[in-house]
């Protein structure tokens, strides 16, 4: 959303779009990795060979779906972090953030300081008073 400096809501953009913007980040890394390890699974990409094992390693339903709670929990990132952007849906901009430190895949200690970041941007009033 851009809005001139003379809007009311410009503060509070100023504030939101910089966690935003990384949780989005932390979003895509997210479905990378997710698509990273099924390639790695079905044997498309090489492996060091106690990680494939790992993997491949797992009961047969476990590694699958993994991945795809992953790529949900990229998505739902991803969505929370757009509608950031715009100010809107306050409730699924939170549940973004805190989908970011979901411990699906390692990327959660990336998700989380950039997730603690937008939800204590978020408890802000003059913040959360301009969502809609």
Known sequence: ?????????????????????????????????????????????????????SLRGQTEWEAPLKMIVSILAGLLTIVGAWSAFGLRRWGLVVVGAVTAITPVTPVCFLGFPFALWTLWVLSMPEVRQHFT
């Open 1 to 53: 959303m851009n809005v001139p400096r003379s809007d009311p809501r410009w503060p509070a953009l100023r504030r939101l779009r910089p966690p935003a913007f990384m949780l989005m980040n932390v979003g895509v890394i997210t479905i990378a990795y997710a698509l990273v390890m099924a390639a790695v699974m079905r044997g498309w990409l090489p492996a060091p060979a106690d990680f494939a094992t």
